[in-house]
């Protein structure tokens, strides 16, 4: 399985970006995936998760950003609005395939003035 993430880039306090996380591997089948972001001196941080049951959101994050998939498409995606300086990291795409945990490219997201 592979995970290629895409969608990040500069955007002023208070825009929006949509991140892009595509899987490949023809055995696979997306169940869980989710997304984390790491600012630099800081550790991983969740941000969202979706699967069968549902979504789930970092506290840091409720209520700006939404998470979403295609099952078809083997993609999930990051709606980030309302964006804030500390929303500034890399972000990675993360899934999981019989018992194994994988992890994409990071995009890097800046919110700056």
């Known amino acids: 399985v592979q995970l290629q993430a895409s969608g990040g880039g500069l955007v002023t306090p208070g825009g929006s970006l949509r991140l892009s996380c595509a899987a490949s591997?023809?055995?696979?089948?997306?169940?869980?995936m989710a997304w984390y972001r790491q600012a630099p001196g800081k550790q991983r941080e969740f941000v969202a998760i979706?699967?069968?049951?549902?979504?789930n959101y970092g506290d840091s994050v409720k209520g700006r950003f939404t998470i979403s998939g295609d099952n078809a498409k083997k993609t999930v995606y990051l709606q980030m609005n309302s964006l804030k300086p500390e929303d500034t990291a890399a972000y990675y795409c993360?899934?999981?395939?019989?018992?194994?945990?994988?992890w994409g490219n990071g995009t890097q997201v800046t919110v700056s003035s």
């Open positions: 993360y899934t999981v395939h019989n018992g194994v945990s994988y």
């Open positions: 979706i699967s069968s049951g549902g979504t």
């Open positions: 591997g023809s055995a696979f089948s997306p169940v869980v």
